[in-house]
Nanobody, 126 residues
Framework: QVQLVESGGGLVQPGGSLRLSCAAS????????MGWYRQAPGKQRELVAR???????NYEDSVEGRFTISRDNSKNTVYLQMNSLKPEDTAVYYC????????????????????WGQGTQVTVSS
């Protein structure tokens, strides 16, 4: 049985930082690309960052250079370090696995896996 348990959300002022953690149980962690999605009120869920089992990373354009995804294989945990936070980063953040990638017509496409965490609220506000 696979479980993804998130922690680390909260309220932070613009320009501040937060670190999210996602602890995975089961065999999925070591064999899968994992990542973080977010969903803001009235918006579709979007992929924020993805990391493969060997550590290759991808980021949504708006967070590139501000967010860093990493994984600790010894702890079965993936992290999302979020710096220089903006009000538009406010959303519920979800850990997900396994995230697959396909390529067509010059672009990469990402598909979320079947396993989701419970979600953690990140609010950026003064």
């Amino acid at each position: 049985q696979v479980q993804l348990v998130e922690s680390g959300g909260g309220l932070v002022q613009p320009g501040g930082s937060l670190r999210l953690s996602c602890a995975a149980s089961g065999s999925i962690f070591r064999s899968s690309a994992m990542g973080w999605y977010r969903q803001a009120p009235g918006k579709q869920r979007e992929l924020v960052a993805r990391i493969t089992r060997i550590g290759s990373t991808n980021y949504e354009d708006s967070v590139e250079g501000r967010f860093t995804i990493s994984r600790d294989n010894s702890k079965n945990t993936v992290y999302l370090q979020m710096n220089s936070l903006k009000p538009e980063d406010t959303a519920v953040y979800y850990c997900n696995a396994p995230i697959s990638r396909s390529y067509a017509s010059g672009s990469y496409y990402y598909t979320p896996g079947d396993y989701w965490g419970q979600g953690t609220q990140v609010t950026v506000s003064s």
